[in-house]
């Protein structure tokens, strides 16, 4: 979905939105019952909780340094998943967040890649139709919605 401006060939590289510190649990990708049964086919040993509609790993406590890395990441060929990766990882690093109950599209910072962009760049991306599908997936799947952390920028607000 990000294939205009985010290449490819960085993320494979990169990885870092895909293995998590105990303080990031909460940012792994929210999953369809399809794509959770897709992911069980290749990976069997994962481990998932129901949430909101939704899964989400179920991820045993961490130690501080420890990390967790997604079942669907091969360190040699990027995501197993390909283009049938969650919807959160598909608009990753951009966010959709509940702000006092009104959406808003986010940005984390943890991706140098897109976070380095001019603001202007970022927010034109947006309004070019990223943002219509980001609330039409959301309408449908609002278990995608994360509530605001203070550490993200907002880029968007959802019109009243
Ligand atoms: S599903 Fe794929 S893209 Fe998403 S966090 Fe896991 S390995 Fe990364």
């Not at 947006?126 to 449908?140: H, M, P, R, V």
Request: glycine residues 4%; hydrophobic residues 35%; charged residues 30%.
């Amino acid at each position: 979905m990000l294939k205009k401006i985010l290449d490819n060939k960085a993320c494979a590289k990169c990885q870092l939105c895909c293995i998590f510190e105990r303080y990031e649990v909460w940012e792994t990708p929210v999953f369809t019952e399809e794509i959770k049964n897709k992911l069980l086919k290749l990976r069997p040993d994962t481990k998932f909780i129901s949430k909101d509609g939704g899964y989400i790993f179920r991820v045993e406590k961490l130690d501080e340094g420890q990390l967790f890395s997604c079942p669907a990441l091969d360190k040699q060929k990027g995501c197993i998943l390909g283009d049938e990766k969650p919807f959160d990882c598909r608009i990753w690093p951009y966010r959709i967040m509940n702000i006092e109950g009104r959406r808003a599209i986010t940005i984390s910072n943890i991706c140098g890649e897109l976070f380095n962009r001019p603001l202007s760049e970022l927010v034109s991306f947006l309004k070019d139709g990223l943002a219509d599908k980001i609330f039409a997936y959301a309408d449908s799947h609002p278990e995608i919605i994360k509530e605001y952390d203070e550490m993200y920028p907002v880029l968007l607000m959802e019109k009243k």
